[in-house]
């Protein structure tokens, strides 16, 4: 039950802070979301897809826009509220030959015109890859899961700033 207070007390918490955050920020690639680190899995959900948080005996059941989420209590290893950033420089129009770019919520989704293969790589400032895929076919990529920080997004040698 202590946990569980402690869970309502934090999202109160965080409803202030999504408040204050779009009242100060305009800019929509930012976004407050709760993070939920649980033994199974760690969940990242926007402040604003999030319906109610309610307690059914052992478990916090989060209704969401894309459905519900159930965790229990005894599971959760902690939960944060931060801020995500899809902050893009810029997609050039001679991207749309091979391939296109979309970034919501953190998640960078990569579409290869038909026929056509992808090379992704992502680079944090020192130069060392996070990540790396070939595909010819339509990928996600959850860069929630990148520390904080600038990226280079390398696809098919046109590059795109990636800030976190």
Known sequence: ?????????????????YTSAHAESSAQEVK????????DEKSTLPIDQVQQITFEGKDMVLLHNDGTLRKCVDD?????????????????????????????NGIMTVRPAEGKSVDLSIFDLQGV??????????????????????YIIVINNKTIKFTR
């Open 76 to 104: 959760i290893e902690d939960i944060k509220f931060d801020f995500v950033s899809s902050a893009v420089e810029s997609v050039s129009k001679e991207f749309d030959d091979d391939f296109a770019v979309s970034f919501e």
């Open 129 to 150: 890859e996070a990540k790396a895929a070939h595909f010819s076919e339509s990928q996600t990529f959850d860069l929630n899961t990148l520390q904080k920080g600038v």
């Open 1 to 17: 039950m202590k946990k569980s207070l402690l869970i309502i007390t934090a999202c109160v918490s965080c409803a202030g802070l």
């Open 32 to 39: 407050p979301v709760i993070i939920i680190n649980a033994a």
